[in-house]
């Protein structure tokens, strides 16, 4: 039924986000990853350790080597040594947890229903679990659909099975070409989501991601080859260079800034209801009310 599917969708949606890199893929090695990796050479016993309370962060040494090189057999897992730190730590994730459902309510009215913007994720699933039983049995009995399906599943297949089994073989999606006096990398992949994503987002949006991320690259490798750029390490996320990595901020800030000010009749109608209870403001299709 359609409200099995988007059951089914949400359970999806929390799968690849809470236990994996939203969340638990960094929250379990940042509180141990700092004890674990500490050495006599960077001396993180000296300079990081004495200044983190201990609540942070599991007091055993061995439970946290266990932690990275698995227990040894027979050994049951030591539970005591991770409950606090853990039960802290997810006071400030559910804080955090509940700004970002806040922020949402706050903003879902002027960029669904204003803006209407485009919201890629969300379109394939409302497409299979809306309308009637007819519809959706249609939707499914769809060739185009299982074609679509069929190609990066059977690719996808391959690939996967060649890790294991080496002697399956396993196709080339990437190949890349020497630029800019052999500085730069210009790549040519093949990825199937990212054709599903742009395939059902606007052309205006695809091309300006297209067109800043070739001057990006240009820019880029005409800098490397006059030798122009920072030695600053701005850690493994984002540009790979320190000059575009500001110039990201830089661009993140004015779109802020230009969101705040194209709906700034809503934000100052939602203050208006949460201070005063403005009767004109309708939060009844919020999933909180704006006072909340």
Known sequence: TRHEMLVAYSMALLACSIPTMGMTC????????????????????????PHLPQW???????????????LPPGQLLPWLVWVKPLVLWLLFLFAFQMVSICLMVIYRRQWVENERLVYPLAQLPLEMAQGGGAQRQAFYRSPALWVGFAIPFIVGAFIGLHNY????????LAKSLSVFRKTQSLSFRLSFPMIGFFYLVEQQTTFSLWFF????????????????????????YGARSPIFAHLGVGAFVAMIAMGVKVGKLHFAAVVRKALRGDPEVDDTDEVMSYRQ
């Open 165 to 172: 089994i080496p002697a399956i073989p396993a196709p080339t």
């Open 213 to 236: 991320n070739r001057l990006f690259f240009v820019v880029h490798g005409l800098m490397n080859i006059m030798h122009i750029g920072l030695s600053e390490n701005l850690g493994i």
């Open 56 to 70: 942070l962060y599991p007091q055993s040494e061995s439970a946290i080597k266990y932690f990275y090189e698995t």
């Open 26 to 49: 960094q929250v379990l090695p940042i509180i141990t990853g700092f004890r674990y990796y500490a050495s006599p050479e960077n001396h993180w016993e000296d300079i990081i350790l």
